[in-house]
């Protein structure tokens, strides 16, 4: 975890917004890890951050490969649409942060903000595949903690 990345999370606690994490883990269709790894790497996240006064509302994953066709893997909005049924959230209209440009995409389909961070994959998507894509993000934000910023400015 990213050190910004706690305080960052903080910050929307107190501000009252739900924080989901949502990821694909198709390491686990293709057999490179076990399921369970998947769930120990979450706890470690939750405790990490607890550990400096921030926690997720939820965390939603798909271990499915691309050839599964699921309705969870991203850029598929299944994982928003599970938040919103299971914690009473409205995916429209929420913001979404990631590093690749499949989080944009599905930002778009569910009819959130997306917001790129740079961090991560983020800059290599951005440097060298931003001309490709058919729509750009609503905004592009060094790390978490920018990203953060521009959502409360949003909010305000
Ligand atoms: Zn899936």
Request: proline share 5%; net charge negative.
């Amino acid at each position: 975890m990213f050190p910004f990345a706690p305080p960052a999370i903080r910050r929307l606690n107190e501000a009252g917004l739900a924080v989901v994490v949502v990821s694909n883990q198709s390491g686990v269709a293709r057999g490179y890890f076990p399921e369970s790894l998947v769930l120990e790497v979450n706890e470690l996240m939750k405790s990490a951050l607890a550990k400096e006064g921030a926690h997720l509302d939820g965390i939603y994953y798909c271990p499915h490969g691309s050839a599964d066709g699921c309705d969870c893997r991203k850029p598929n909005i299944g994982m928003m649409q599970r938040a919103e049924r299971d914690l009473g959230l409205q995916a429209s209209g929420s913001y979404v942060v990631g590093d690749r440009y499949g989080d944009m995409e599905m930002a778009f389909r569910a009819g959130a903000h997306a917001i790129l961070v740079r961090s991560g994959y983020g800059l290599g998507e951005w440097m060298w595949h931003r001309q490709e894509w058919p729509r750009q993000p609503a905004f592009v934000a060094e790390d978490l903690a920018g990203a953060v910023d521009w959502i409360l400015e949003q909010k305000q």
